[in-house]
């Protein structure tokens, strides 16, 4: 069924109106209107006279007309300038609010997306560092290998995941290092095994990001490690045994290193600012250019007259007494032992020598 015709508004009918009478009276007054205005000079017979005033009345006429009608055309495209401006506007307003929502929408889709990839990402780093960890507990030593670079793969990717995997490498090493259970010789076989060994170069080269801890090494056997660079900083190596270790400019500043043992470790280059020395076993190490290294640190410790120092401590005297004075403790307990060995053979019941 076809829709009935709009009907034409009441507004509309009368501007239609006016405009017949409008042309109707100015078309009229063109035709009369000389005689209308001024019956009593002009008659009806077309004299030269009576030809010119009202060619020139009708030519006033038209004239007026015509500014009427420009400025009736100037009132309408007036108008219409206004009324296309408005719908500018409107229309402005229209695409702006579609680009707004377009842009939310579009701002809306994206977080979403980013919370998808993230999700998905992390469920990828779950299998990882599931995988990771079961390949830690293996009895094998190429998985345990593969199991600390995952680790250190996983560390690197996702910053969120950092302290975590440094928190089980360093369990992962005291719990296959720990110190005292191998008493071993400086000549033995190398220590730490190849995956501790992994594993501590992973801890020792780890992005530099805030950690919430310290590394906890705690009395682990570290003999003959390979920590050559590596940031230690802050780490808790108390009661470790690091003899023999390499650690050549290692950063050791404010590291716990009491009551470790040093005897012939290398730490040339590296940086003690701050470190904790006491009672730590420095026979046979080497100090040398060693950054920060304070007299008190030394006197903390127990240094011997194999230890390399820098040679402004060496000279020191209150560094010089402690070393006299451990040299001296040590000669007498040497003299002890001495002479507890030989007291039985001294003795009154002792055999008499043979013949």
């Known amino acids: 069924m076809a829709d009935p015709a709009p009907a034409t508004s009441p507004r509309t009918w009368w501007f239609a109106a006016a405009t017949f009478l409008l042309i109707a009276g100015f078309l009229w007054l063109l035709w009369k209107g000389p005689w209308f205005l001024d019956s009593a000079h002009l008659n009806e017979q077309t004299t030269p006279g009576v030809a010119s005033v009202v060619t020139g009345f009708r030519t006033a006429i038209v004239a007026v007309g015509a500014g009427v009608a420009a400025g009736t055309g100037l009132v309408l495209s007036h108008r219409t300038l206004q009324h296309t401006r408005e719908n500018d506007r409107v229309q402005s307003e229209l695409t702006r609010g579609t680009l707004e929502i377009t842009g939310r929408t579009l701002e809306h889709a994206q977080v979403r997306d980013r919370e998808q990839a993230e999700l998905t990402r992390e469920g990828q780093v779950t299998d990882r560092f ?169 006197v903390a410790a127990f240094p011997s007259d194999t230890t390399e120092l820098p040679d402004d401590l060496a000279a020191n005297q209150e560094v010089q007494e402690r070393i006299a004075d451990l040299e001296m403790e040590k000669h007498n307990r040497r003299a002890r032992e001495a002479a507890a060995e030989q007291a039985p053979s001294d003795g009154p019941h002792a055999d008499p020598p043979s013949a």
């Open 130 to 298: 599931t995988k990771a960890i079961s390949q830690l507990a293996s009895e094998r030593d190429v998985e345990m290998l593969g199991g600390v670079y995952a680790l250190e793969r996983i560390m690197r990717d996702s910053e969120k995941d950092h302290p975590t995997v440094v928190e089980v490498l360093a369990a992962f090493v005291r719990y296959h290092a720990p110190a005292g259970t191998d008493p071993g010789t400086s000549t033995g076989r190398p220590r730490p095994v190849e995956a501790v060994q992994a594993a501590l170069t992973v801890l020792a080269r780890r992005p530099k990001r805030h950690e919430p801890f310290y590394i906890d090494l705690r009395g682990t056997d570290l003999r003959h490690a390979d920590l050559n660079t590596g940031n230690l900083a802050y780490a808790q190596l108390s009661e470790s045994d690091l003899r023999n270790a390499n650690l050549i400019r290692a950063n050791l500043q404010n590291a716990n290193l009491a009551r470790a043992d040093l005897r012939d470790a290398v730490l040339r280059d590296s940086s003690m600012e701050g470190a904790i020395t006491f009672q730590a076993s420095l026979s046979g190490a080497y100090l040398a250019g060693v950054e920060d290294l304070t007299a008190e640190q030394v």
